[in-house]
Nanobody
Framework: QVQFVESGGGLVQPGGSLRLSCAAS????????MAWYRRAPGKQRELVAL????????DYADSVRGRFTISRDSAKNTVALQMSNLRPEDTAIYYC????????WGQGTQVTVSS
């Protein structure tokens, strides 16, 4: 059973913006903090942004703080990641999961930042 479906990736120039979206199953969305992760080529997966169940508390990796914004829509069971001022080093496959990363990973969505 697919737990997370990510979308919204693409090719963007440095300084550009993208908005990622993740649809999660209802049972997971209601119980857990949700997070976006990324895996860059040759690197381990890292947590990028997290939002707790109430939606008012968020955390960000230092590398994206001030440029990325995570949000959640309880009516639609979706988690979004608004990315601005993108840099080449943001190139990666982006995944969503719970804040614990304790469910099977989805396919992810590719983000490529290049001129």
């Amino acid at each position: 059973q697919v737990q997370f479906v990510e979308s919204g990736g693409g090719l963007v120039q440095p300084g550009g913006s993208l908005r990622l979206s993740c649809a999660a199953s209802d049972s997971i969305f209601r119980l857990y903090a949700m997070a976006w992760y990324r895996r860059a080529p040759g690197k381990q997966r890292e947590l990028v942004a997290l939002i707790r169940t109430g939606g008012s508390s968020t955390d960000y990796a230092d590398s994206v703080r001030g440029r990325f914004t995570i949000s959640r829509d309880s009516a639609k069971n979706t988690v979004a990641l608004q990315m601005s001022n993108l840099r080449p080093e943001d190139t990666a496959i982006y995944y969503c999961n719970t804040g614990l990363g304790n469910y099977p990973w989805g396919q992810g969505t590719q983000v490529t930042v290049s001129s």
